[in-house]
């Protein structure tokens, strides 16, 4: 008898390669998840993935620039980077951990490499807010990466749930409005691991190490795979060799999206009102919450 529609794998409906590209003072990135891809995977708005030896690619950080609208999620794999924000706040990103930033109605922030010589490999993966929330008090998370959850559900295989539930372990962060799920997987070869995803929220899988096979598709190292809404579950399996994987889901808001630079609101008119506010000096001014 065919499984039931709620408990069958979703497929891969797209490959994407990311692009490299460069930003803050010329930080050279892969953007993985460009502005066209905004809508498919509402309400995602960007994943951008970073990993480089080489101290040029990112010496020059990310100084002082603005946000408005959506929250920004860090996660590091190696390196460590310094955080500082208009409102004084102050925190320092290394190996496993993770910051979560609500922008909310605006803040000004830098994010700056805290070492001259060595790895830097990391993602941001920006998340957006209802139109309800735009304008809410600006916050953030510094998430040590001995906070951050992990388990095993299956020999071989170790899960840290950075964001959402997995398996009945709860994340260090949980987001009611788009029920954020994000998943860093580590897969021996061989092993398998299987997320149940409600129908409707949207799902990506970005592999950073290795290669994985989901649903009878192979996605290479440095791809995202873009999973169809098809099915109940997100089910990666690592067939040759160790896999790493981030596994991203979440419900859609299903509203207009206007991205410009670091704002994103529902409107152009709320964009130049986020371009004037910046200009005079509004974004500054205001506390910054701890999430
Ligand atoms: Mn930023």
Redesign the pocket.
């Known amino acids: 008898m065919p499984s039931p529609p709620e408990m069958q794998p979703r497929s891969v409906e797209r490959l994407v390669r990311g692009i490299a590209t460069s930003d803050g003072a010329g930080v050279r990135l892969t953007r993985v998840l460009t502005q066209d891809l905004q809508r498919r995977l509402d309400p995602f708005l960007l994943l951008d993935s970073f990993r480089t030896d080489d101290p040029e690619d990112y010496l020059s950080g990310?100084p002082d620039?603005p946000?408005r609208g959506f929250e920004?999620v860090t996660y590091m794999i190696a390196g460590r980077m310094r955080h500082r924000d208009s409102a004084g706040n102050e925190g320092l990103l290394g190996p496993g951990s993770a910051q979560w930033m609500s922008a909310g109605s605006g803040i000004v922030?830098s994010?700056m490499p805290e070492q001259e010589a060595g790895r830097m490999e990391g993602f941001q993966l920006w998340v957006n807010l209802p139109a309800r929330s735009k304008m809410s008090a600006p916050g953030y998370r510094d998430i040590p990466a001995a906070a951050i959850p992990e388990f095993a559900p299956d020999s071989g295989v170790r899960v840290r749930v950075i964001a959402g539930a997995s398996h009945g372990i709860a994340g260090a962060v949980e987001r009611p409005d788009t029920e954020p799920l994000l998943l860093d997987l580590q897969l021996a070869a061989g092993s398998r691991f299987e997320q149940p995803l409600p129908a409707a929220h949207n799902a990506f899988v970005y592999v950073y190490r290795g290669s994985v096979d989901v649903a009878g598709t192979t996605v290479p190292e440095r791809h995202m795979g873009i999973l169809a809404n098809d099915g109940g579950a997100a089910v990666v399996t690592a067939p040759a060799s160790d896999a790493r994987v981030l596994l991203v889901a979440g419900r859609p808001l299903g509203e207009p999206i206007v991205q410009q630079g670091?704002f994103v609101m529902n409107t152009s008119v709320e964009i130049r009102q986020a371009i004037r506010d910046f200009q005079s000096g509004a974004l500054q001014a205001g506390a910054v919450r701890k999430l």
């Open positions: 990310f620039h946000h920004t922030h994010e670091p």
